[in-house]
């Protein structure tokens, strides 16, 4: 099974600890199913999703938007960032050199191609900018590919 994530940044820690267990809970629903998890790695979700990949005996895909990818995310996210991708058993680069939105919106369709299923950490609300999570979703629906929503019951961002 091959699944991407998209998922908010920045969540309040307590929706973090939700999410990490409803992302946990749904891997332990697979099985014995070989998991390939696919994630640009940024803070909040994407991370959430990827430690709980390689902590459940799956595989972790990380895509790069840019060459500029790892110097815009916080740097307090750096050292997650690069134990993830060091993990990571493949690393698909996009082919752009600053970390735009276009950028992460090309990655994210890059994960879509690659996908049997996407994972959305999503409240259910547009984009605060192009290359969100409703871009993401919206993109995902447009191609068939299946997508399971992940946000806690009463949670707000």
Do not use: K
């Not at 099974?1 to 409803?22: C, F, K, N, W």
């Not at 994630?39 to 990380?62: K, M, P």
């Not at 969100?132 to 919206?138: I, S």
């Amino acid at each position: 099974m091959r699944i991407a994530v998209s998922g908010h940044r920045g969540l309040p820690t307590a929706v973090e600890q939700q999410v990490d267990r409803l992302i946990r809970d749904a891997l332990a629903d697979l099985d014995d199913q070989d998991v390939t998890g696919l994630s640009c790695i940024a803070d909040g979700a994407d991370t959430l999703f990827a430690r709980a990949v390689l902590d459940t005996g799956g595989n972790l895909e990380v895509v790069v938007p840019a060459q500029e990818y790892r110097a815009g995310l916080p740097v307090e996210h750096w050292p997650g960032y690069d134990t993830l991708f060091n993990a990571a058993t493949l690393v698909h680069a996009v082919d752009f050199v600053e970390s735009t939105s276009e950028a992460h919106q090309a990655a994210s369709e890059r994960m879509l191609e690659l996908a049997e299923e996407l994972w959305a950490v999503w409240d259910g609300l547009p984009a605060r900018g192009f290359g969100g999570t409703a871009d993401v979703v919206a993109a995902a629906h447009r191609r068939g590919l299946p997508v399971r929503i992940f946000w806690p019951d009463g949670a707000t961002r």
